[in-house]
């Protein structure tokens, strides 16, 4: 069964450094999503990819955040300059589409990157 | 807005009992709704689905849950609980009932099962 995957599993950098999560949708699915789940607070949106552009993002995803499809298969989030608020649990997710009113494409979600900020 | 409110953070059975785990939505429009499971280090899976059809709805493993709109409400049961049902339980919204795909998630509702 297709799924989708992330690397790494764990990551810890330094505050002030950069770090690049990486996800690999799976192969059909047009649409890109990442999310990110402090520890004990809830799943957030931070943003959706379709076509090589952002399609929807949150007030969480400023500046300090990128998004990429550098090549047919993978999809990355950049932090630039990383805070301590940024350790949390990120999720990668991809669905066929978007879905319409009354429809819904699932959103499937890769089994998280913990990124610590040190 | 939209946002959904996970009433318990920890729900505890035993084998064989049933399961009831409880969210509550608030949306400005008739919304789309879902439960979403996570076992420990595996991705968060669609347990079932709610997109203004049938009001009860079936989803994977023997789970249902019913959208009870003059309730806003949108638990989700289970007859007999498994071990393999021990995971977190995440009830989730759609923020926009079109094209827009943000999911809104609860805090989540960790499900113990004990033999």
């Known amino acids: 069964e297709p799924e989708v995957t992330q690397t790494p599993s764990h990551q810890v950098t330094q505050m002030g450094q950069e770090v690049i999560l990486r996800c690999v949708p799976i192969s059909n699915h047009l649409y890109f999503y990442w999310y990110r789940q402090i520890l004990g607070q809830k799943v957030e949106f931070l943003v959706s990819?379709?076509?090589?552009?952002?399609?929807?993002k949150s007030e969480i995803f400023d500046d300090q955040f990128s998004v990429e499809r550098p090549d047919g298969s993978n999809f990355t989030l950049k932090i630039r300059s990383t805070k301590l608020e940024d350790s949390a649990m990120y999720f990668c997710a991809s669905s066929e589409t978007s879905g319409g009113p009354l429809s819904y494409n699932e959103q499937f979600f890769g089994p998280g990157t913990r990124l610590t900020v040190l | 807005a939209q946002s959904v409110t996970q009433l318990d953070s920890h729900v505890s059975v035993s084998e064989g009992t049933p399961v009831l785990l409880r969210c509550n939505y608030s949306s400005s429009y008739s919304p789309s709704l879902f439960w979403y499971v996570q076992h420990p280090n595996k991705g968060l899976q669609l347990l079932l689905k709610y997109t203004s059809a049938a009001t009860l709805v079936k989803g994977i493993n023997g789970f249902e849950a019913e959208f009870k709109k003059s309730e806003t409400s949108f638990h989700l049961t289970k007859p007999s609980a498994h071990m393999s049902d021990a995971a977190e339980y995440f009830c989730v919204v759609r923020a926009l009932n079109q094209a827009g795909t943000a999911l809104i998630f609860g805090k989540g509702t960790t499900l113990s099962v004990s033999s």
């Open positions: 990819f379709y076509n090589n552009e952002i399609s929807e």
